[in-house]
């Protein structure tokens, strides 16, 4: 078996903590555990310490993605679970997601189940989200906000610097690791719901989530937003040159705008799309 790091990021956890590193020393006994404290108040990394885990202190808060960069950089580990601090993963998990994998997967993240969102808003916001990074990454994507995963660590590194120091980095590495042709796998899991109070503020992250997934989507596959939107604007340069040709027998300067903008618009996805050749071609050499 590879070695193995659990990586968990923590800001003012340390109620949680006592039961979850408890729980884990006593099913994987041994294992590096590093829990990345993000400017906590609180005596979270003194319960890290105290519970025989690794405690990396971050001297103010940086975000979620920068505890996992961190958490990221400091494991040894040839494979590194994350997981959350707040008590909604179960470490009794752990075992299934090595399992898959172990069956030649590079990720395996723990899918959680119906009933496992802590709000129907939130629930349905992330089912859009798994619909638009499918057909971004022409792969189906089961849950793309899920934080707890298990990755092969080489693999993960070659990503830290595309990852946001927000909450966004599962939205990241998951479409990251799709376009770069990398095996992804989903194991199912039931998700407890949050001890306390989540820092997640669903419009500024929601918002950032769907920015993330078309910035992933324009590095690694352009032409999947640049393509359909030119389609758009020729379709609606076509139906406006119809209905002014009929109504009054006119070439208007709508449609020649709407013509000319769908092509710099499908130019425009050319180009990128040449880009990124580019970029992969450099970092194969």
């Keep these: 078996m590879p070695s193995l790091s659990i990586v968990i990021p923590a800001r003012n956890e340390a109620k949680t903590l006592v039961q979850l590193l408890s729980h884990l020393t006593s099913i994987l ?3 590096e ?7 906590s108040t609180d005596d979270t990394a003194v319960i890290a310490l105290t519970h025989g885990a690794k405690a990396v202190r971050h001297p103010y808060s940086k975000g979620n993605g920068a ?4 958490g990221a ?3 040894g580990g040839e494979v590194i679970v994350f997981m959350d601090a707040d008590g ?10 090595l399992a898959k994998l172990d069956e030649g997967y590079d990720m ?6 119906r009933g496992s969102q802590a709000s129907v808003g939130r629930g349905l916001a992330n089912h859009f989200y798994n619909r638009l990074a499918s057909y971004m990454t022409g792969h189906k994507v089961e ?7 298990a990755v092969r660590a080489e693999k993960f590194r070659e990503f830290l610097y595309l990852l946001p120091n927000g909450f966004s980095y599962p939205t990241t590495i998951t479409m990251a690791f799709f376009r770069a042709g990398y095996s992804v796998a989903y194991e199912p899991i039931h998700a407890a719901r949050r001890i306390g109070k989540s820092h997640i503020r669903l419009l500024r992250d929601g918002t950032r989530f769907l920015l993330i997934i078309f910035k ?4 690694f596959s352009p032409m999947k937003l640049f393509a359909p939107v030119a389609l758009a604007m020729f379709l609606l340069a076509t139906g406006w040159y119809g209905y002014t040709y009929l109504s009054i027998r006119r070439f208007t300067n709508m449609s020649a705008l709407l013509y000319t903008g769908s092509v710099i618009t499908f130019m425009m996805g050319l180009i990128s799309e040449q880009i990124t050749a580019l970029m992969y071609r450099d970092e194969e050499r």
């Design 73 to 75: 950089r400091t494991a």
């Design 33 to 39: 555990i590093i829990v990345v404290d993000d400017g």
């Design 88 to 97: 909604q993963h179960d470490p009794m998990d752990i075992p299934r997601l």
């Design 108 to 113: 395996v993240v723990g899918a959680r189940q």
């Design 29 to 31: 006994p041994g294992v």
């Design 216 to 219: 992933i989507g324009t590095l």
């Design 67 to 70: 505890a996992i960069k961190t």
């Design 143 to 149: 849950d793309l906000t899920s934080g707890f995963r």
